[in-house]
C-alpha cells in the first residue's frame, strides 16, 4: 500500500520560515520524480516544485529563490524548505510520487498559512 505523510505545516507570519516533509512508504523512492503542489482556495491546483529521482530540480516563478526541494533517500522522505513566507503561500501543500502517469500518488495535505 502506497503512503505519502506529509508533516510540517501550520501558522505563520510573513518573513517567517517553514519546513515541509513528506514520508513516502510502499513505492521504490528512489526511482520516483517528487514534487510538492499547493492549492489555495477558489484556486487551481499549481505546480510548487519538483525533483527528479536523479536530483534535478525544479521551481514555479512565484516561489524560486525562496523555496528549496530536496530528497533524503535513506529516510524516503521530500523536503520543501520554505523561507520568506508571504500570505499568498497562503495553500494546502501536497506531495506527489510520480512514475508514470498510471502510477501517481498524493498524500493527504498539510495546511500552510501565512499572516500576522
Known amino acids: 500500500q502506497v503512503q505519502l505523510v506529509e508533516s510540517g505545516g501550520g501558522l505563520v507570519q510573513p518573513g517567517g520560515s517553514l519546513r515541509l516533509s513528506c514520508a513516502a512508504s510502499?513505492?521504490?523512492?528512489?526511482?520516483?520524480?517528487m514534487a510538492w503542489y499547493r492549492q489555495a482556495p477558489g484556486k487551481q491546483r499549481e505546480l510548487v516544485a519538483v525533483?527528479?529521482?536523479?536530483?534535478?530540480?525544479n521551481y514555479a516563478d512565484s516561489v524560486k529563490g525562496r523555496f528549496t526541494i530536496s530528497r533524503l533517500y535513506a529516510k524516503n522522505t521530500v523536503y520543501l524548505r520554505m523561507n520568506s513566507l508571504k500570505p499568498e503561500d497562503t495553500a494546502v501543500y501536497s506531495c506527489?510520487?510520480?512514475?508514470?502517469?498510471?502510477?501517481?500518488?498524493w498524500g493527504q495535505g498539510t495546511q500552510v498559512t501565512v499572516s500576522s
Open positions: 525533483i527528479t529521482s536523479g536530483g534535478a530540480t
Open positions: 506527489n510520487a510520480k512514475l508514470t502517469t498510471a502510477r501517481s500518488y
Open positions: 510502499g513505492i521504490s523512492f528512489s526511482i520516483y520524480d
